[in-house]
């Protein structure tokens, strides 16, 4: 019998560390138990199936089943993981479609288990008409909701409550995005904030920021959301209040979370427990500017984590170098890219920070079409360390937050930053980049 | 008398210096000497002028000899220094309006003197109809040009012959561009040329490659090029075969220059005469990756260089850390970025240098309008130590070239880009960002 690696959960991390492993490896056998009927696709896409914007579903997967089958990796949808024997090495699986269950063994395990939506504590929620979007089911759920849908409210302002709330504007609903925070994307600073809060209304958002949820009313069926500040009717509600790690199988076998209450692992995705390797949204990260663990569940990282646990696991040197918590999304016509901490998350975590935030433009000031660009920079005072950033963009050169990106995986600093040999050309930036027009200021 | 600074060419190094020196030391006397009837302005905007897509010279000026005024800054147009005494520091000036020359002093000179292009040497250059594009006057000149053209040639395919190729399309001329050299952009590698060469001929440009120019035809007025492949006849030819730095001044002084043939200066734009700089075209740049100096005749690079001289001279502590080499320019539908060393120019530095260039896109597979994206990486075999690299993209993303350039500057290798947390998500980036995939690949 050969070496057998079995993965629980094949969206992303899973997916990705099934793949690799059997590529770095062809002679390990290799098992994907996923709960949900879909394995490796891009949650990211689902605003834009939502939208109308992507036609299907079936567009973000990444790999078939068949292509995995084809390249020796055994899927199995519709599997859920209820037990593991770390000292046995056995697993015990439930097939959801048979409704029997199994043993299985394995020599290397990857939890790649992922997150789950945290459901707010407001009476109501179970009703219908109540969603939340990670997975393609919720996606179907959502897809067919928006039929006959008029009036929607989304529960948070972040990543996911405001790609929704595009994508319900597309849909020609009437939305309103209710923040408790004072601003949406609440984990950034104001000033960003501020931004998005007049994209949003110029594309008939209703925007309610600092207000308290108290309950979704409705006899069965949601139909209006009651607030500290009035009640919105609904046709349906969507929760974007944030996620947790699915660390309930991980605990109950005995592998070790970290203080994010994700998984802990070292560089090698590596659990505290034997041949038990974890991957994905249930992994925590480490954080290379706060230099201590740190939860980022995003498909990019989830990606590397997985991919980065497959080659060790095929006896290859690999490691994931951890994060600095880069991310860059799509409000309407704005492109918004962070990296690093706000200056609020910097303060916080007890920085003697200062921030700058500069307008400049994506273009030279002459080029026809060039559109405002505004850049943030958080920097340590004295030391003038870079300790996080954020570019916003009404066409393009959002990704020049990459270049910061890079500074911070390193240590660099504001003068580092000033030294840059940055890409200059009238049509993609003024002759002062605006990061170096940001680091000016920061000096 | 207060302190005297004198800068010598007033277009984008000399008026940052200018600029910045006043700003710093408000007691300073700054005065500008500049030759022609310009100054402060954006000469890589030129070929927008040309297009039409600017509709006036005068958009280029970055700041008016009024605004230098209310600053405090003296600016003189058509203004030739054309004498300097280092000893007495006494300068000769002739004011070409007014016919008249005269003795002005420093304690503080800034060479900005710029560059001119190269006229290649080939019979028949000195006609009417052939034209260079490096000042205002030229853009003048070639705008009354345009008017009743019906047939170009350009000499030469780098950036301003690329460049103004697509500006005379847009303006409905029939273009050649000749190139001695077997592809477009000859510095840099053969697939970026390639896809250059696709997207002008798509756009209508013949693209002579490999083709030696042996004459311009005419009787006083351009009438053919007579090629090594063939006649083209042409009713204006552009020159754009380089350019050289004007160093006749600073030679005529006893400024030292450098192995590249433009100004030898230090960290602080220092020259080897005591109280004099240089800054802009005419001056070195550091080359961080070949650690010697460099000629990179860019706008934003004088623009720095400017800015640290003024600084300098005003007693602050600045610097100029060097250059890279990242440029980035527009071809019709392609945005190309470079940074670095093309693998063709590392393994003439003598590196033990291999590339490799990948096709990726500009999101992810799934997301709606998503567009080829080119990177080629160039490395150093064995340390992996990153020597340069590019990026071709056809819709948005070329920045991320900016990632790169901050790798390069402090040597970093293909595993600090891969251990880079780059911005996903699916409008902007495929999950694997392309330079991560060319960086898997190049390891």
Redesign the interface.
Known sequence: MGERLVVVGGV?GGASAAAKAKRENPDLEVVVYERSGWVSY?A??LP?VLSG??PRLE??V?RTPEEFRKQGVEIHAHHEVVDVDPELRTLTVFDHKEGRTFQDRYDHLVLATGARPLIPPIPGTEQRGVYTLRSMEDGEALLRALEGAKRAAILGAGYIGLEVAEAFRKRGLEVTLLELKDRPLPHWDGEVGSLLKEELERHGVEVWTGVRVKALRGQGRVEAVETSEGVVPVDLVLLATGIKPNTLLAQAMGVALGPTGAIATDEGMRTNLEGVYAAGDVAESFH?VLKRPYWLP????A?KQGRTAGSVIAGKEARF??????????AFGL?V?T?GLSLEAALEEGFQARKVFIQSRDG?????GSQPLWVELVHEEGTGRLLGGAVVARG????????L??????G?TVE?L????????????P???P?LIAAQQAR
Do not use: M, Q
Request: net charge negative.
């Open positions: 992303a891009g990211c896409g834009y914007e992507i567009k973000l990444a290379r995003l498909g990019d990282v990606n170098a951890g994060v600095v918590g880069t991310a860059i999304f799509k492109a890219a990296t030279a000031h002459y080029y026809p393009h050169g959002a990704l020049r937050i990459d270049a990106a890079a500074l911070l995986h390193r660099g580092d000033l030294a840059l040999d940055l890409a200059y050309a009238p049509p993609y930036s002759v002062w980049d990061l």
